[in-house]
């Protein structure tokens, strides 16, 4: 072995402890990732099969009633993990902790989901300018980042705006939350012909990603789809 190779392989090694961490979940030596693999075995799947259209389970993965009886404006729904324990504490650790090093981990499973979706366009979920401020960035962008690179696909984040500060959604009871983003949302560019990606972190009633399917396809979209790190199931 040439002293060349000695040395480089020395280099990997010692990157590789400098990189090492901490899973963010059980605290274990993961490496280079931020969860071992243990607890990335161990994050809730969602139940196949589901419907195709809001990603709830379903028998034989067929429309279900709720989407046959009242239609969504959105087409189709893909979401990476169940909304349950510890994938929501790694969601709340993203969304309010600052942990945007998620970002990236969400954005690949996302990219994952998405690759053989046909899209023109990503629109991240908007927040309204005080929300945003607030919360110091958009999490939907950051998660709407790495899919855009993976997928080759432009990211829009000019076209639509959120008008309205809505109470949080997750404040709500089901019922409300629809009512309460009705006309949240304002879209200045035409869509005509356009196939676009809609995303954000969690998705459970989807009342927030419905209304801002529906102004797109007022705005002549052809195709929305859906795409959430998590899907909350009904208990």
């Known amino acids: 072995m040439s002293i060349l190779t000695q040395s480089a392989g020395l280099v990997r090694r010692s990157c590789a402890r400098l990189l090492s961490q901490d899973c963010l979940l059980c605290g ?9 693999r243990a607890c990335e075995a161990d994050l809730p799947r969602l139940p196949l099969p589901v419907c195709p259209r809001c ?9 279900c009633g709720r989407c046959l009886a009242k239609p969504p404006h959105y087409d189709a729904t893909f979401a990476a993990f169940r909304y349950a324990f510890p994938m929501d504490k790694l969601v709340q650790s993203f969304k309010y902790g600052h942990r945007l090093a998620l970002a990236d981990y969400f954005g690949h499973h996302l990219a994952l ?4 979706e046909l899209a023109d366009l990503i629109i991240p979920l908007p927040l309204h300018p005080l929300r945003l401020r607030e919360r110091g960035f ?17 990211i829009d984040t ?9 109470a949080m959604q997750a404040d709500l009871p089901w019922r409300e939350r629809a009512r309460n983003v009705r006309g949240a949302f ?9 196939r676009l990606l809609l995303i954000d972190d969690v998705m459970t009633t989807g009342a927030s990603l419905d209304e801002l399917a529906r102004t797109v ?3 002549g979209a052809v195709r929305v789809v859906l795409l959430v790190v998590a899907r909350t199931l009904p208990a």
């Not at 958009?138 to 432009?154: T, W």
Request: hydrophobic share 30%; charged share 30%; proline share 5%.
């Open 55 to 63: 990603a709830l389970p379903t028998s034989h993965g067929e429309v």
């Open 138 to 154: 958009n999490q939907a962008l950051e998660l709407a980042r790495p899919v855009g690179k993976a997928c080759r696909i432009p």
């Open 113 to 116: 989901l998405s690759e053989n």
């Open 186 to 194: 304002h879209c200045e560019s035409d869509f005509t012909g356009k």
């Open 217 to 219: 396809k007022l705005h």
């Open 28 to 36: 274990a030596d993961s490496g280079e990732h931020l969860l071992c």
């Open 158 to 166: 000019r076209s639509c705006r959120r008008i309205r500060r809505t």
